[in-house]
């Protein structure tokens, strides 16, 4: 089954959204900031990551940036999930590397559709 | 979080809730199996249904295209927001309430979690609380400063406090001016934030009340106030207000007023310490001076880890020294009372009515009664009399008429007497007067009921190390303060040192000796004045003098005290002189065995024969006096 790191400092976001994940078959694992993130990404083998663009420490932009220079993630697909919705927020997410782009509070179906889109079509 | 858009930062506040209700609701919604849970799939449904129109209120008022909020319209966000947070509250807690087997296995723990994200969504309507009871809201990094926000108006007063908590300060919240007055009164708090406008007590009579009384006139207080109001603004600056805010608040403004007012107060709070240790420790300083000080006592200031505790760790340092130094100084004091007072009981007090000059009885330059002779030197005779005038005891001493007689020689000594009536210390015996009366010259001084130097030893032979030590303590001093002034006594010699019953030395003649310097040497054996064994050898030899010469004869006098023996004797006048100039003297140590070892270094120091290899200045031997252990 697909393995997916989800990225998310708010402890409530991450319950809820590996839980969902999970039940729907996905093998989820998680990280608290954005450097614990670029690490776990590195070093391990998913197939796709959710990434908080609100994190400390390292922000999830800086941490997709750190994730495109590292050889082993150069391409490993990226959805950036943002609580801005501010306009431009999809262009600065698609410059920073992401794959691709949602806004919380996340539309799960959406979301799902997009991860889905991602692991089929390979990155 | 690297927000900086304030909007955004609300709307990211508010949202995150309601992301949380939305997606705990649609979660549990795909485990309920219908239509066993019909009922509770309706609930879910509502819930979400109340949770997105949340979201729709909060996208259309905290839109991504703005910059600021007013605080009406925030207000009006907060109550279109309790609509739907009150039926999301409903329908979790009817869920929860309801019995019967859970659908799934974390259902209830899930709702609970709905229930805390719908509690967070908006400041609830508050319950009537008990006065004060704005409890710290977060105690997270308190360390950055505690706050008070004093706002009459919930929906702002929530603002601020998440944008301040933001920022990483603890922030405490008052509905109104008394609350706010009460909380101050009981919290800790750094910086009150306050609200101009409120019904009852407006912003205006807290701080009025603020810097009226001692304990928070120092609180600094920063209003919060529409930009429009610039009257009211200017009248809280003018009653001491430090700041202001005009809402709408800018975040940047905010943070900086702020910060600037924290470190402010951290400065002034800083400084206050500061003044309050110092304070201690100048009032340590007059301790010491009272002789009050007791060590340890400046113990809390010593701690800091600034000046001022270095400051005080080197006064209580000193100041313990000095104790030490003056309770060793009074038990050596004690011993040369009990010598003085046993040497006082054997010496025969034989008063002599008459001397060369004058006699008992007689009245003496228009205000003396003439009472006895005390004694008589090289100089002339000293008689006791009455001062009539004062009706005091004073000393007579009339000078050899040899001394005085030319014009020259008297202004001199004037000049000399003059300057050593400057001399005023407890150690020396205090010049009054300079006349002549009857063609006889005289000289008046204080009257000290004692017996000399040369009288104890005679009586003692030699005295204790203690009590030796204590008369040469009082030689040292009184040399001291006369070399300060210029003065050098040039005859320093147990017959010219006092000692009262209690011990306490009294050197007289400063500056008398110089009467005879022009005749001083060997050339007029009349003229010599003292004896030859207490003269350093540049004095024998007629070369200049200065303030070593004098520490030479308190070496010779302290030998003696020590050992009972001059430190060069000579069966007559011509091979003592010819000694003193080129024998060293033995270490007392080896004629009594008590004197330690500093002392034995010190007195053959005193005694060198070239000044340079002396010990330089009075102040010097006073100090090495009070080091000897």
Redesign the interface.
């Known amino acids: 089954m697909p393995k997916i790191l989800l990225v998310e400092d ?1 402890e ?2 991450r ?3 590996s ?2 994940l999970m ?1 729907r078959g996905y093998e989820v694992e998680m990280a608290t900031d954005g450097l614990e993130g670029v690490t776990m990404a590195v070093a391990g083998t998913y197939d796709l990551v959710l990434m908080d663009m ?1 994190l ?1 420490g390292i ?1 999830g932009w800086e941490a997709t940036r750190r994730l495109r220079q590292a050889p082993e993630t150069t391409t490993l697909p990226i959805i950036a999930l943002t ?5 431009g927020d999809r262009e600065r997410a698609l410059e920073a590397g992401c794959s691709d782009y949602d806004t ?3 539309e ?1 179906d959406r979301l799902l559709g997009k991860i889905t889109a991602l692991l089929s079509g390979g990155a | 979080m690297s927000l900086s858009n304030p909007v955004a930062e609300l709307r990211h506040d508010l949202r995150t809730p309601v992301n949380h209700i939305v997606g705990y609701a649609e979660m549990l919604l795909e485990d309920l199996e219908l239509p066993t849970h019909a009922s509770e799939k309706a609930a879910l449904e509502q819930t979400v249904t109340a949770a997105r129109q949340a979201l729709e209120v909060i996208s259309l008022v905290l839109a991504p295209t703005r910059n600021s909020v007013t605080v009406t319209e925030l207000t009006e966000l907060y109550a279109k927001l309790a609509e739907p947070q009150r039926r999301i509250i409903e329908m979790v807690e009817g869920l929860l309430g309801a019995t019967g087997e859970e659908p799934t296995p974390t259902f209830a723990e899930d709702l609970r979690r709905i229930l805390a994200a719908a509690g967070r969504l908006v400041p609830r309507e508050e319950p009537a609380k008990p006065v004060g009871a704005a409890e710290p809201i977060s105690t997270e990094d308190a360390g950055k400063g505690r706050l008070l926000v004093v706002d009459d108006e919930p929906g702002n007063r929530d603002l601020l406090r998440r944008r301040l908590e933001r920022e990483g300060y603890t922030v405490l919240t008052a509905a109104g001016g008394r609350e706010a007055l009460d909380v101050v009164g009981r919290e800790s708090v750094d910086i009150v934030l306050l609200d101009v406008l409120m019904p009852e007590m407006d912003g205006l009579a807290v701080l009025d009340h603020l810097k009226s009384a001692a304990a928070t006139r120092d609180l600094p207080v920063i209003m919060i106030s529409a930009l429009d109001d610039l009257a009211a603004i200017a009248r809280c600056i003018e009653q001491g207000a430090e700041d202001y805010l005009p809402k709408p608040f800018e975040p940047a403004i905010l943070r900086a007023r702020i910060a600037a007012t924290m470190q402010k107060k951290r400065w002034r709070d800083q400084e206050r310490e500061q003044l309050r240790a110092l304070g201690y420790v100048t009032a340590a300083a007059s301790a010491v001076e009272a002789g009050a000080y007791k060590p340890g006592l400046l113990a809390d200031v010593a701690r800091r880890t600034d000046a001022i505790g270095r400051l005080a760790r080197v006064m209580d340092r000193m100041a313990a020294h000095v104790h030490q130094r003056e309770s060793r100084l009074q038990e050596r004091l004690g011993r040369l009372r009990d010598e003085v007072g046993v040497a006082r009981a054997s010496i025969e007090t034989s008063e002599v009515a008459e001397g060369p000059n004058l006699r008992s009885g007689e009245r003496f330059a228009g205000r003396y009664e003439v009472v006895s002779v005390l004694g008589r030197g090289g100089m002339g005779t000293v008689y006791r009399a009455r001062d009539l005038e004062l009706d005091d005891d004073v000393a007579i001493k009339t000078l050899r008429p040899e001394l005085l007689s030319d014009e020259l020689s008297r202004e001199r000594f004037k000049d000399e007497i003059r300057l050593a009536r400057r001399i005023s210390h407890r150690n020396v015996v205090r010049t009054h007067d300079f006349g002549e009366s009857g063609g006889v010259w005289y000289l008046t001084m204080e009257y000290v009921e004692g017996i000399t130097v040369r009288d104890l030893l005679d009586s003692r032979g030699r005295l204790e190390v203690a009590a030796a030590l204590a008369l040469g303590m009082q030689l040292a001093e009184s040399l001291a303060v006369a070399h300060e002034v210029g003065v050098i006594h040039r005859d320093i010699k147990p017959q010219n040192l006092l000692l009262d019953p209690d011990g306490v030395l009294k050197v007289m003649d400063f500056g008398i000796a110089r009467l005879s310097e022009r005749s001083t040497g060997l050339t007029e054996a009349g003229l010599i004045i003292g004896t030859p064994a207490y003269m350093s050898p540049e004095q024998i030899t007629g070369e200049p003098v200065d303030q070593r010469s004098d520490l030479y004869a308190a070496g010779a006098v302290l030998y003696e005290c020590l050992t009972g023996r001059a430190p060069v004797d000579a069966p007559n006048m011509v091979s003592l002189f010819a000694r003193v100039l080129s024998e060293e003297p033995v270490a007392p140590s080896t004629l009594v065995p008590d004197v330690p070892p500093a002392v034995d270094d010190l007195v053959l120091q005193l005694l060198a024969k070239h000044p340079d290899d002396r010990v330089q200045y009075a102040v010097v031997l006073l100090e090495r006096l009070q080091a000897v252990g």
């Open positions: 708010n409530m976001n319950d809820m959204l839980r969902r039940r609100s400390p922000d609580a801005h919705a501010m306009a919380k509070p996340v799960f």
